[in-house]
């Protein structure tokens, strides 16, 4: 459901599933590519313990490794589909969550579209 929501709803930011940022690197890869400037959104769909814990490994080995990205996760269910340490571990390694795929669908064109908003000095 999350990637029909993506491929019909956000078009206008070219998304790109089954992005991989680092070349050299095959076993990391990003559920999707948001293209917003000034840097893209790397979106994980996050329905248990293991995609969670995979997906802030992932976040923190690009901030490591300085690949320009933000992060945004998109929960089936944060509060009951999480163990409190894999909660807390995505929460430190992810810069945006959605808590449920209503969450996303209700609040994603805003988000994204204010993400894309050029910086003023």
């Known amino acids: ?4 929501f993506i491929g019909s709803t956000l ?6 599933p089954n992005f991989l940022p680092m070349p050299d690197r095959d076993d ?8 917003v ?7 994980y769909g996050v329905k248990d313990n293991a995609k969670a ?6 976040c923190l ?11 945004a996760i998109v ?3 944060f509060e009951n589909g999480l163990s409190r340490k894999d909660q807390s571990r ?6 945006k969550q959605f808590t449920s795929l209503s969450d996303f669908k209700a609040n994603a064109e805003q988000y994204f579209s204010r993400e894309a908003e050029p910086i003023i000095q």
């Open 75 to 77: 929960h089936e269910d």
């Open 28 to 35: 990391l890869e990003v559920d999707w590519r948001i293209d």
């Open 11 to 16: 078009v206008r930011y070219r998304p790109q």
């Open 61 to 71: 080995e690009f901030q490591r490794n300085l690949v320009p990205f933000r992060s």
């Open 53 to 58: 814990r995979l997906s802030a490994l992932y």
């Open 90 to 95: 995505i929460t430190s390694a992810a810069d």
């Open 1 to 4: 459901m999350l990637d029909d």
């Open 37 to 43: 400037l000034p840097r893209p959104i790397f979106l």
